[in-house]
Structures are given as C-alpha cells and as structure tokens.
C-alpha cells in the first residue's frame, strides 16, 4: 500500500515551467504504475501522463505531449512531472495516483485503473 502526497504546485505565467514532485509512502514503489491527473473548475478530471514500473515507457494525452515530461525516482519513492511552455489551460489542481501492477511495463491511462489518489497540488497559468 502507498500514500502518495503532491507538491511543487504554484502560479506562474504563461510559457514559464514548474516540476510538481508526488511522494509516496511504503517500501514498494517500483511495484506501482503511476500518473498524473488534474482537473480545472467545472470540468471533470483528464488524464495527463503515466509511466510504468521502471520508468522506461511513458505515455502523455495529447494536450500535454512534448510539453511535460513524467519521470520517477523508484529508490527515493517520487514521481515527477515537469511541465514546460505552460498555458493558461493546463491550469487545474493536479492529482497523482498509484496502482499495484504486475506487467513492468504497463502503463495505465484509465483513473478507474488507480487505487490511491493524493490530495492534488494547484496549479495556475496566468496570461
């Protein structure tokens, strides 16, 4: 079982950069997929990325590819996001989720596939 918490949330403007971080607790990390989430006012909650066990695939809507990056750290229990070129519309409160998966390298793109959801972080674009 994990507990994941996010921070690193903040406001910055429009094509600025902010890394949100997402530590887990519990001593099996690597054993989890994990992504990111957010939702903005009135809108129900997308999916951004993911990334399998090891690290070594990510996936990312379309939105946000080659603007984020997802990364993960399995010996310090993180997850990262690093997002680039920031819009107003990527302004929303983001959430990481993780999962207990089998296959190393699956990479989950569904929230009813995450068992555990942290708190959310905002994050705000201005113009």
């Known amino acids: 079982q994990v507990q994941p918490g996010e921070s690193g949330g903040g406001l910055v403007q429009a094509g600025g950069s902010l890394r949100l971080s997402c530590s887990a607790s519990?001593?099996?990390?690597?054993?989890?997929?994990v992504g990111w989430f957010r939702q903005a006012p009135g809108k129900d909650r997308e999916f951004v990325g993911a990334?399998?066990?090891?690290?070594?695939?990510?996936y990312y809507t379309d939105s946000v590819r080659g603007r984020f990056t997802i990364s993960r750290e399995n010996a310090k229990n993180t997850l990262y996001l690093q997002m680039n070129s920031l819009k107003p519309e990527d302004t929303a409160v983001y959430y990481c989720a993780a999962a207990a998966v089998l296959g190393r390298n699956r990479v989950l793109t569904s929230a009813n596939a995450y068992t555990y959801w942290g708190q959310g972080t905002q994050v705000t674009v201005s113009s």
């Open positions: 990334i399998n066990r090891s690290g070594s695939s990510t």
């Open positions: 519990g001593r099996t990390f690597s054993r989890y997929g």
